[in-house]
């Protein structure tokens, strides 16, 4: 199993130009398992982890509802926000700036075949993140993400996550609001819960954070938790 991951950060980049760094990536890795599979050889298959911020986007999942997107195209042009329906899971989300957004582009035969697990693992790194700073964090019974007071009725989402996995290797992942303008999560249904609340760090905290400081804590945990060797 090859635990080396090259890690990337792509600073600010157009969610399309993103999407298509992923795929491509995504593909190479796919294309070595193949080879693998079809020559009998064991030649190790790469990892990526990549942290990228995107202009204001709106994406919606495969299992998402287009009208979970309040906004018509007048709208999204006021806001200056894109839209894009993808092959992720989940519902509807926001892109922003003051957003870590990680695309884990990971062999899991490399780590773990548990798609569950994966989720819970990337979910944890966020968790022990926020508790750096001294924020409570955890996980909501029944829905994927990082909460803020999941047990009573302030319930609120901080990290969303969504993922697409094939032959057991990932794309997309997570986004964990830092200093994210949370109004613009006022034009969607997030996630497709209507009944819960979505914060920031900033908010939290009462101040922009820096996110540089946050990227190299959680680059940290999500190392430790999955045992990977970071290079780059």
Request: proline fraction near 3%; charged fraction near 25%.
């Amino acid at each position: 199993m090859n635990k080396r991951v090259t890690f990337q950060d792509w600073g600010r980049v157009d969610y399309q130009d993103a999407w298509d760094r992923q795929e491509t990536l995504f593909a190479e890795v796919i294309a070595q398992k193949s080879a693998n599979r079809v020559n009998g050889t064991t030649r190790p298959t790469a990892n990526y982890l990549v942290f990228t911020e995107h202009p204001h986007v709106y994406t919606l999942g495969k299992s998402g509802k287009p009208e979970n997107l309040l906004l018509d195209e007048t709208g999204l042009v006021e806001k200056q926000a894109a839209f894009y329906k993808i092959n992720r899971g989940g519902d509807i989300t926001y892109h922003g700036p003051g957003q870590i957004v990680g695309y884990p582009i990971l062999d899991l035969d490399n780590f773990f075949t548990d798609i569950h697990l994966y989720l819970r693992t990337l979910e944890e790194a966020v968790i022990r993140t926020l508790a750096d700073y001294g924020i409570a964090a955890g996980r909501y019974p029944g829905y994927t993400g990082v909460w803020l007071d999941a047990d009573n009725d302030r319930a609120r989402k901080i990290c969303a996550l969504g993922v697409r996995a094939s032959r057991w290797v990932t794309m997309h992942g997570f986004a964990f609001n830092v200093n994210a303008d949370l109004a613009y999560f006022d034009h969607i249904v997030p996630c497709g819960i209507d009944d819960k609340d979505v914060t920031s760090m900033q908010r939290e905290l009462g101040a922009p954070q820096d996110m540089d400081a946050v990227k190299n804590l959680l680059k940290g945990h999500i190392a430790k938790l999955f045992e990977m060797e970071l290079i780059g």
